[in-house]
């Protein structure tokens, strides 16, 4: 049986669901270094099959806003 792609939520769920049960902690901040949680994110892209993000990606991107 060959694996699917995930969908873009699918991986979210899935890269925060292996965060929770790895036994290091990872801070995500605006005051942490993001290159730890980059290189997880890769990380977790790679043992997934996951494409690289496409050219302008972050152009489709948008933040919620804070309450």
């Not at 699918?10 to 005051?31: D, H, N, P, Q």
């Not at 043992?47 to 806003?65: A, C, F, G, M, S």
Request: proline share 3%; net charge positive; glycine share 6%.
């Amino acid at each position: 049986m060959s694996k699917k792609e995930l969908s873009g939520s699918e991986a979210i769920y899935g890269f925060c669901g292996w965060l929770t049960t790895r036994k290091k902690v990872t801070k995500m901040s605006s005051v942490h270094d993001a290159g730890v949680i980059a290189d997880l994110v890769v990380e977790f892209c790679k043992v997934n099959n996951l494409q690289e993000p496409r050219d302008k990606w972050i152009d489709n991107l948008i933040h919620p806003t804070s309450k």
